[in-house]
C-alpha cells in the first residue's frame, strides 16, 4: 500500500511566479491536511479538505494561497505571485477518519521544499 | 487556535539511558493525541497514539494526564537511531491538529 505521494520533492520558483505543489493521499484516505514547516521551526496547518471541499482553511494566508481537492486527482497546493518568505517545507498528510475521533491519525508525505529566489 | 507546549532540548543522553519528555496542552476537551518523530529535513513519522490514559509499544510509553493536561513520552534504553525530534501533537477536537514545537533529542554513543 503505498504511502502519501507528493510531488516535486524539490521546487524552485522566482520571486513572483507560480508555485503548484501536489499531494496524492494513502489509498483509501478521503481527509487530507497540508502544513507548511519554515527552517528551525514547527509544523503549521494550512488547510484541512475532504474530495471537492475545503473544510477548514483557517491556516491559510489570505491572499495568493489556495487549495483544492478534486473529485479526481491529487490535491493541489497553490501558491501564486511567490516571495522569498514562502520558501519552506510544505508537508501534506491524510488519514482515514476524520479529525476528532479514534483512529484519525495522519500519514505524511516526504514534503515539498519550496525555494524562492 | 490553542497552543502546545515542549520543551525544544536538546536532550543529549546517552545509549542506555531512559529519558522523558513532557507536552503541555490547553484544550480540555481534546480527546487524542499523538507522540511523531521527525528526522532532519524528512517528514513527521507516527511514534504512539494516545487515546486514554497511555499506550506502551516496546521501549516507548506515552501516558496522559487529563486533569493536568499533559502528556509524557518515555523512552528506555535508548538507541542511536532514536536520536530525531519528538513531536507532541494534540487533536484539537475538531479543529484538527495542532503541533507542538519539538524536543531534540540526541543519543550519544
Known amino acids: 500500500n503505498a504511502g502519501v505521494m507528493q510531488n516535486p520533492r524539490h521546487l524552485v520558483r522566482r520571486r513572483g511566479q507560480e508555485a503548484r505543489l501536489r499531494c496524492s493521499p494513502m489509498?483509501?484516505?478521503?481527509?487530507v491536511y497540508w502544513y507548511r514547516q519554515l527552517p528551525e521551526e514547527g509544523l503549521k496547518f494550512m488547510v484541512y479538505l475532504q474530495k471537492e471541499n475545503i473544510i477548514d482553511e483557517s491556516g491559510m494566508p489570505k491572499e495568493r494561497f489556495s487549495a483544492e481537492f478534486p473529485k479526481e486527482g491529487p490535491s493541489i497546493l497553490r501558491i501564486q505571485q511567490v516571495v522569498r518568505g514562502d520558501s519552506a517545507a510544505y508537508f501534506c498528510?491524510?488519514?482515514?477518519?476524520?479529525?476528532?475521533?479514534?483512529?484519525?491519525?495522519?500519514?505524511f508525505g516526504p514534503g515539498t521544499r519550496l525555494t524562492v529566489t | 487556535r490553542k497552543e502546545v507546549e515542549q520543551d525544544p532540548g536538546p536532550f543529549n543522553v546517552p545509549e542506555g539511558a531512559t529519558v522523558a519528555f513532557n507536552c503541555t496542552y490547553s484544550?480540555?476537551?481534546?480527546?487524542?493525541f499523538f507522540w511523531y518523530r521527525q528526522d532532519c529535513r524528512k517528514e513527521p513519522k507516527l511514534l504512539m497514539s494516545?487515546?486514554?490514559s497511555g499506550n506502551e509499544d516496546g521501549r516507548f510509553t506515552a501516558q496522559l494526564n487529563r486533569a493536568s493536561q499533559y502528556i509524557s513520552l518515555l523512552i528506555r534504553d535508548s538507541k542511536l537511531s532514536d536520536s530525531a525530534t519528538y513531536l507532541c501533537?494534540?487533536?484539537?477536537?475538531?479543529?484538527?491538529?495542532?503541533f507542538g514545537p519539538g524536543t531534540r533529542l540526541s543519543v550519544l554513543p
Open positions: 489509498k483509501g484516505h478521503s481527509h
Open positions: 501533537v494534540e487533536d484539537n477536537y475538531g479543529q484538527n491538529f495542532v
Open positions: 494516545v487515546y486514554s
Open positions: 498528510a491524510s488519514s482515514l477518519y476524520a479529525s476528532g475521533g479514534n483512529r484519525d491519525e495522519q500519514y
Open positions: 484544550n480540555s476537551a481534546s480527546q487524542s
